[in-house]
């Protein structure tokens, strides 16, 4: 394994040992698992948790051979603590999985095998999806003229119409959208696809409407600031990286004015355009491909197929019905 460089890691539940790897450890999953930083900020916090944890279970700092010796107990008393504090089974998920992570990282370093971490089964989540909104409903989000009331200036307000039209129109997640370079987005007439990172840095191809990009260039043609071919083609009031809380919050506003929902929420703009498109005989692989899924059964959670409509569409596809 690469030596992966990494900044130093201090702090008094751990022996210096322990954090050196702990360091290491995420500096090797943003340079060869190339996870988000997000991820990374995430995992580092649970781990910091579990070994503060352990320092007061124990009552001694935890040293590698000590988290090594990590008993079936010492993790259900840890995750029985988070779950104490109202941490939804998500997170505990992730948690878990951060852990597991490390223990392996310890085990091919030669620091020791974990052995307890794989007999502590992961916690049930409920699967829960954001509703689809009605298509009238998704389409009215990305009309700029529905808050021409807000004492906002009028290019932010085309802005923030631009990206709702993104996230309905192509299915992107808000980070992909606002991830986009000015460069990677065609003038209408001059394209009609977009080139998307998505999460592990992994790009694909999504159509993306002429509609959709004139809104965008109208955008374009207002906004006070430069905007470099190289640079993000959304920018925030001082030209600055737009957040994606900003366009949270404009999802917030336009909830109250049409008098939708709190599931209406920039996600569940990409969740509606998988599930119209279904709804209007969109091939799953096909809408597996555009939302960047890697698997096939995430696609059929994500847009809420259930095993009706599976069978549905092999009776009518299959080659030999």
């Known amino acids: 394994m690469s030596k992966a460089s990494a900044p130093s890691i201090e702090f008094a539940s751990a022996d210096p040992s322990i954090a050196q790897e702990m360091a290491r450890w995420l500096a090797h999953l943003g340079a060869e698992r190339r996870l988000s930083p997000k991820t990374l900020e995430a995992y580092g916090r649970d781990l910091r948790q579990c070994l503060d944890f352990l320092c007061s279970h124990w009552g001694e700092r935890v040293t590698l051979a000590r988290f090594a010796a990590l008993e079936a107990t010492d993790i259900r008393a840890f995750m029985a603590m988070r779950r104490a504090d109202d941490i939804a089974g998500r997170s505990l998920m992730r948690a878990l999985a951060g852990l597991r992570s490390f223990g392996r990282f310890l085990e091919r370093e030669g620091k020791g095998k974990v052995g307890a971490l794989s007999a502590i089964r992961a916690p049930k989540v409920a699967k829960t999806l954001p509703k689809p909104l009605p298509m009238a409903s998704a389409k009215r989000l990305a009309d700029a003229d529905e808050r021409a009331g807000e004492d906002r200036e009028t290019w932010i307000l085309a802005r923030d119409a631009a990206v709702m039209a993104l996230l309905y129109g192509s299915g992107l997640r808000i ?34 409407l002429q509609n959709v990009l004139a809104l965008v260039q109208e955008y374009v043609s207002m906004c006070p600031h430069v905007l470099p071919p190289e640079g993000p083609i959304f920018v925030g009031a001082r030209g600055g990286p737009l957040s994606p809380r900003i366009i949270q919050l404009a999802m917030e506003r336009l909830r109250g004015a049409l008098g939708l929902p709190d599931s209406a929420t920039p996600h569940a703009l990409r969740h509606s355009f998988a599930t119209h498109l279904l709804s209007r005989g969109g091939d799953l692989r096909a809408i597996q491909e555009l939302l960047g899924h890697s698997s096939l059964s995430t696609t059929q959670i994500y847009t809420g197929i259930d095993s009706e409509r599976l069978l549905e569409v092999y009776a009518s596809a299959h080659p030999r019905r």
């Open 175 to 208: 980070s992909e959208a606002l991830g986009l370079k000015r460069r990677e987005v065609p003038r209408p007439g001059e394209g009609d696809v977009l080139i998307v990172t998505g999460k592990g840095n992994k790009t694909r191809m999504v159509p993306v």
